[in-house]
């Protein structure tokens, strides 16, 4: 069953060739066979996800008909993501041994609909990176290419479901963490749009930025695992209270006569040469499906970075204030309480959070707070506007959702060469709009992605041209090696 | 001083050329002409969400201390604040 879809395990659930413990046996021992290379997982939920398979078999069996099609369904969940007494760390030395005392809103979506958790994977702490290189649990191998990063901060969720251990997981994506790592490990990975999925139970980083979402094999996949999770939460207050449409509805609808906008900035000069063509190549495949194109212009992508590079820190440097040593997490003794924090908070954060931490407490600190601060959230709006001018034009942007191929790990030891990474990701959470990567091609055995963007809470049109594209190419059924190691 | 992150001289050292280089890098920002600008601190439109004025079980001191690194009965426990310094 390795490397099958949520839709093809469904079925077979259903015309007893499976059952759920049998799914997540294969899910564990796929997981022992390959972790030693991965590292994509921080703990297996074992016992959580025996009791789960046991429930979602009693499901199966009495409501066949009306249970959830990812019932009995073995899945992943990136550790900054809140489970009731399970072991989560955010990837950070200081949360290790932090069990939470209740279970994020996502999460829990999931565990309703019957999902069986194998376990939390592994990503950059707290979420801050593109690499996965962050950890401080070690870094997690791309199943393509082991000496390769798998992207990041997600790379744990992505890596697993490209080695096929389960056909789905959860990551978050601040500023292209769900897209950047499902581009570089061939999967489909979506950013919905920002309040769709509550935010409750996520460890936060840059709360106007985060936001929870899937990654798949399939785009089918996607928009169910979508369909689960979205929709208003009363404990997140930024939960959008708008009923959520069905994205299966639409997802077959084509993309005839749609107009599609290339910004010609999400090509420029960073773009590797065959990164260009296979996303040219998919271009002309979505014309050939109806599809018309032209280019747009975003002109404030540039320095959409630099917004990026200000606010998400400023607001990571205030959430992760919580980390002192008091309530959760490690402490580092020391006589005077001043002391406990700052021994505390160096020997529990990473060198990257470190320089986030410092960064935002700088453009937020008194004397700066105008000049980085305060502009930033005024390019935040220019960026916005930039996209909703293009929208009155077109009804979806189309580009590559990295510059790069997966990279060799060490190889952007520089703080700003990885933040480049997040170049063409990234406006879409400053605008809050909703993205997709899907898997359209490869340069010498390594996946490229395809980035779907469309307007706020317009996800289903997203998932749409995303699945047209997909169903006209065969890209998403490569399997990584990893995915093929024999049982 | 105000990140509260005590580091070795040596994590100074390497962080003030790195810190360098980014805010070299964002000083770009300050090109860009805002002053027909509005502020972005959030792209939602909601504003002022209150929940139901209505009681909810609390979690309970139990379960808020569990993760305590020292606890006392009912209470998280630090070091003496008094007399110490408090502006680091």
Known sequence: MTASTITQLAAALRDGSTTPRALLAGAIA????????????????????????????????????????????????????????????????????????????????????????????????????????????????????IERVPGGSSGGSAATVAAGTVPFSLGTDTGGSIRQPAALTGVVGFKPT?????????????????????????????????????????????????????????????????????????????????????????????EGLGASLQEVSLPSTDVALSVYYIIAPAECSSNLARYDGVRFGVRVERPSLTEM????????????????????????????YDAYYRQAQKVRTLVSQEFDAVFKNVDAIVSPTSPSVAFPMGSRSDPLSMYMCDVVTLPANLAGTPGISVPCGFVDGLPVGLQVIAPRFEDSRVLRVAHAYEQATDFHAQLSPYATVAA | MLARIGLSDAEKDRLLGELEAILEHIARLQQVDTSALAETAQVGDLVNVMRADVPEEPIGAAAALRNAPVSDGNYFVVGAIQGAELDG
């Open chain 1, 194 to 286: 920002y309040g769709r999925v509550s935010r409750y139970g996520l460890i936060a980083f840059a709360s106007s930025l985060d936001q929870i979402g899937p990654f798949t094999r399939t785009v089918e996949d996607c928009a169910m695992v979508y369909a689960a999770i979205a929709g208003h939460d009363p404990r997140d207050s930024t939960s959008d209270p708008r009923a959520v449409d069905d994205p299966l509805a639409s997802l077959r609808a084509g993309v005839a006569g749609m107009r599609l906008g290339i910004p010609r900035e999400y090509l420029g000069a960073g773009t590797e040469p065959g990164v260009r063509d296979a996303v040219e190549a998919a271009f002309r495949v979505l």
């Open chain 1, 30 to 145: 796929h997981v022992d066979r390959t972790e030693n290379d991965l590292n994509a997982y921080l703990a297996v939920t074992r016992e959580l996800a025996e009791a789960q398979a046991d429930a979602a078999a009693h499901t199966l069996e009495a409501h066949p008909e009306t249970a959830s099609p990812l019932c009995g369904i073995p899945m992943a969940l990136k550790d900054v993501l809140c489970v009731n007494g399970v072991d989560t760390t955010a990837g950070s030395k200081i949360l290790r041994g932090f069990k939470p005392p209740y279970t994020g809103t996502a999460v829990q979506r999931l565990f309703d609909a019957g999902a069986v958790c194998v376990g939390k994977t592994n990503c950059d702490e707290f979420a801050m990176g593109s690499s996965t290189e962050n950890s401080a649990y070690g870094p997690v191998g791309n199943p393509w290419d």
């Open chain 1, 341 to 368: 924090y700052l021994q505390t908070r160096d020997a529990g954060f990473g060198n990257e959070v470190k320089r986030r931490v410092m960064l935002g407490t700088y453009a937020l600190s008194s004397g700066y």
